[in-house]
Nanobody, 125 residues
Framework: QVQLSESGGGLVQAGGSLRLSCSASGRTFSGGAMGWFRRAPGQESEFVGVIAWSEGNTFYSDSVKGRFTISRDNAKNTVFLQINSLKPEDTAVYHC??????????????????WGQGTQVTVSS
């Protein structure tokens, strides 16, 4: 009974920035975690980062640490992914996902029970 919807993707030049949003509707929860994943053409889904919904703790993939920042607005049921210094290799469909019954910060897609449809990020060189 939870729906996730991403927005904010687009076509940008290398070195630019984007801010992706993930809005949740339907039933809300006080705990759990919200994660970001990305899938490049011909690639498997890659973990990007995760935030604990209540506490705000975050964990990032080594490949994006220092450039990507996850935040959330609890009142608006929205999670953000700020992407700076974009590189062509960041090109992918970015998905948000919710792990509603977990206490930790999961990094595996199978541990998430709700997924958004994704938003396309394309970085030109």
């Amino acid at each position: 009974q939870v729906q996730l919807s991403e927005s904010g993707g687009g076509l940008v030049q290398a070195g630019g920035s984007l801010r992706l949003s993930c809005s949740a509707s339907g039933r809300t929860f006080s705990g759990g975690a919200m994660g970001w994943f990305r899938r490049a053409p011909g690639q498997e889904s890659e973990f990007v980062g995760v935030i604990a919904w209540s506490e705000g703790n975050t964990f990032y993939s080594d490949s994006v640490k220092g450039r990507f920042t996850i935040s959330r607005d609890n009142a608006k049921n929205t999670v953000f992914l700020q992407i700076n210094s974009l590189k062509p290799e960041d090109t992918a469909v970015y998905h948000c996902a919710a792990a509603s019954r977990l206490i930790g910060l999961p990094r595996v897609p199978a541990l998430y029970d709700y997924w958004g449809q994704g938003t396309q990020v394309t970085v030109s060189s």
